[in-house]
Each structure stands twice: as structure tokens, then as C-alpha cells.
């Protein structure tokens, strides 16, 4: 037995392991998960084609090497010189919306104080009653709509494109707004909170090549703003009648008046949890 032992060791004593302490092994984990979550990203967005390019390129330029190209092998070498500064120019919209997401985690919300607003919600449930009922009206005898919903990202700069109405969120209103010829029916409302805070507003087209041919200009512009932003979109078309909403690039389509209420108050974003607290305080004091 002892015989047999020696012989293991001797044949693995070549074989070099390197010594892994639990700094290495976090290390390992963390490279792991963010690798992971690159290559997520890269597929999900229009990066994915192009670094599919990019890699063509890099193996040609291991070929190159390999036959001995002298000339390709030199412009191969003073393309890799700007090759950094093109990727991120290329990659800008991506890469910006990418950092975007990545500043709403709850990681960073709840790290930074200053980025911590104490708001139970983010428009009441009247709003959300107005906002359906108009939709559903205007629904009924197609009449085009895009209402855009603020989240956390102001869209100041989408703003100031409109004309300033600062309104309480009324269906009338909505209705009236959206109204064939009259001179605020063009262009899409932005809503902050329980106000209507501008209306013909204009808004960036989104550039995604898998969005429906049939797709017009107005639900294009409302997939484009909510690719730009944490908006939700609400679309009503003009030749269908048929609700869309648009929400972190995604597309909803043909959907129901009770599916877009619960769209709103996911959008909403109660916080439950302290009117809880309040009711328990009370009964605690009633008690006592």
C-alpha cells in the first residue's frame, strides 16, 4: 500500500497547483458574474452584431499572422491604436443606457442618501383611474395617443421640446389633448406624477430592426424614449384603436384596459410596507 502511494505521488509531483485563498476565490466569482453579465448585455442589444465584426476582424488578423502577411499585419497594428476609441463610439448608445440601468439599481439607491426620495408612490390611484378611462375612450373612436409616464430619470430634455400645460391628470383633459385638429394633439403629453407637465412633445425613434414593419412613427417614438429612459409609454393607435405600452425597450402590444391598470400601478410603485407600520402604530397606541 505504501509502495502504491509513493508511486501517485511521484507520477503527480510534476503537476504544479497553485495555492487559492478565499480572496482569489471571491475574485474568480466576481469576473465570472460580470463576464456573464456583459455578454447578456452584448446579446440582448444590437452590440451583439457588432462584436460578432470585431471578432471576424481579430481572427483575420490571426490568420494574417500566421501566413506571415507583412502588410496586412501592419494595418492590422495601426487599426488597434484607435480600435479602443471606435468601439466606445460605436457602442455609445448602448454603453450609456447600459450605465443607466446599471444607476437604478436598488444597490446604489439605497447606498447614496442624497438619491433617496422618502415618496410612498409615484402618482396616486386617481391618476391611474383618469389615465385608463381616457385611453379606453379614446380607444374606442381611435384617436392617437402617446403618453409618456416620468419615472426617476427627469426628461427635461424631452421637455422643453413641448409646450408647458401643468395640469392635474384629468380624462377630459387627456381627451381634449389628443383631440383631432387642435394645436396640442400632435406629439406625445409627459406626465410627472399626478400632473400633465407638457404636451407636443417631440421624441427619439428607436432604431430597433425587430420592431414590426406595420409599426408607425408614433409607437416607434414611444419604444424609442422608454430605450433612452425608465419611462413607460402609453401608445394609442390611430388606425387600430389598439393600446400599447412601452416600457426598458420592450413592446406590449393589443393589450386590455385591466392590463394596462395593473401596468400603472407596477409603475406606481406603492410602498405598502409603511402605512403598514402606520396602522400597527396605532393600534399599538389604541391599546394602549
Known sequence: ??????????S????????????DILEIIILSVLIYYIFVWVKETRAWM?????????LFGVVAYVLRLS????????IINVAFIAVVVVFQPEL??????????????SLLPF???????RFSDQTIHEIVRACVEMSEVRTGALIVIERDIVLREFENTGIAVDAIVTAPLLMNIFEHNTPLHDGAVILRGDRIVTATCYLPLSENKELSKELGTRHRAGVGVSEVSDSMTIIISEETGS??????????????????KTR??????????????KIKLRKRKGRA
Do not use: Y
Not at 96 to 109: I, M, P, V, W, Y
Not at 115 to 121: F, P, R, T, Y
Open 1 to 10: 500500500m505504501e509502495l502504491i502511494q509513493n508511486f501517485i505521488l511521484e
Open 12 to 23: 503527480l509531483s510534476w503537476i504544479w497547483l497553485p495555492q487559492i485563498s478565499l480572496t
Open 50 to 58: 457588432l462584436l460578432k465584426g470585431i471578432l471576424a476582424l481579430v
Open 71 to 78: 502588410t496586412i499585419l501592419w494595418i492590422v497594428s495601426k
Open 96 to 109: 450609456r443606457r447600459a450605465l443607466e440601468k446599471l444607476g437604478q439599481k436598488n444597490l446604489f439607491t
Open 115 to 121: 438619491d433617496n426620495k422618502d415618496v410612498s408612490e
Open 243 to 260: 393600446i400599447s405600452v412601452a416600457d426598458d425597450g420592450m413592446l406590449e402590444r393589443h393589450i386590455s384596459p385591466e392590463r394596462l
Open 264 to 277: 400603472l400601478i407596477e409603475c406606481q410603485d406603492k410602498k405598502i410596507e409603511p402605512e403598514r407600520r
